[in-house]
């Protein structure tokens, strides 16, 4: 497993924009695919972006598609999420994780590493 950290959430406009990070401590994340996920109150965890080990290959909800971009720096150990346009229905707690396949999933369940999430709000 690796240890993960979110950052970056918020309290947002609607229409603003926001950069989440995810950062592994202590070990590389390299050769792992990395998925951001979100869950609202009351609502299951769902898949927002997802990105394979060399960064050549993204996935994207239908939901966020055109408004969020998925990167990755390997130099830097980070993955980052670049949030436009956003609006109340993105409003969840972010969670990135790492699965050690490397290709980027959209299902949760083939993550083994998660962060403690970060919080969005868009206020509409």
């Known amino acids: 497993q690796v240890p993960l950290v979110e950052s970056g959430g918020g309290l947002v406009q609607a229409g603003d924009s926001l950069r989440l990070s995810c950062a592994a401590s202590g070990r590389t994340l390299r050769t792992y695919g990395v998925g951001w996920f979100r869950q609202a109150p009351g609502k299951e965890r769902e898949f927002v972006a997802a990105?394979?080990?060399?960064?050549?290959?993204?996935y994207y909800a239908d939901s966020v598609k055109g408004r969020f971009t998925i990167s990755r720096d390997n130099a830097k150990n980070t993955v980052s999420l670049q949030m436009n346009s956003l609006n109340a229905e993105d409003t969840a707690v972010y969670y990135c994780?790492?699965?050690?396949?490397?290709?980027?999933?959209?299902?949760?369940?083939?993550?083994?590493?998660w962060g403690q999430g970060t919080q969005v709000t868009v206020s509409s």
């Open positions: 994780g790492a699965e050690a396949g490397g290709y980027g999933s959209m299902k949760s369940d083939e993550y083994d590493s």
């Open positions: 990105i394979n080990w060399s960064g050549g290959r993204t």
